[in-house]
């Protein structure tokens, strides 16, 4: 746990797995189960209010340090992380999209 992400955004809850899965991806790192699990049992206990944050590292080709909170009440997390100027791009149109829309895995 951290305090102190002022550079942070919102996302919908439902979307904060597939928006995991694509920064990992574009950091180069593969996003398993077990990070999975490590981001539930993490953000149990954030919440945005008190400024309280899960952190964690994608340690791909490109490190990317991310952080998560939860908002009591709401249908949202945050989001925000330290990306490499090559990535911040991507990140920031994957979190438009996440801010707009309900991402889901197509099923085969």
Not at 30 to 53: K, P
Not at 68 to 82: I, K, N, Q, R, T
Request: hydrophobic share 35%; net charge negative; aromatic share 16%.
């Amino acid at each position: 746990m951290s305090r102190n992400h002022p550079q942070s955004t919102w996302i919908f809850k439902e979307n904060l797995y597939p928006w995991l899965k694509y920064v990992a991806l574009c950091c180069g790192y593969d996003f398993d189960d077990g990070d999975r699990a490590a981001f539930e049992h993490g953000i149990r206990s954030t919440d945005v209010e008190s400024n309280c944050w899960f952190d964690y590292s994608f340690p791909g080709h490109e490190t990317c340090q991310i952080y998560l909170a939860l908002d009591p009440g709401s249908s949202v997390v945050f989001v925000g992380g330290e990306f490499p100027d090559s990535l911040q791009q991507q990140v920031d149109v994957l979190t438009d999209i996440a801010q707009l829309y309900w991402l889901q895995r197509m099923r085969p």
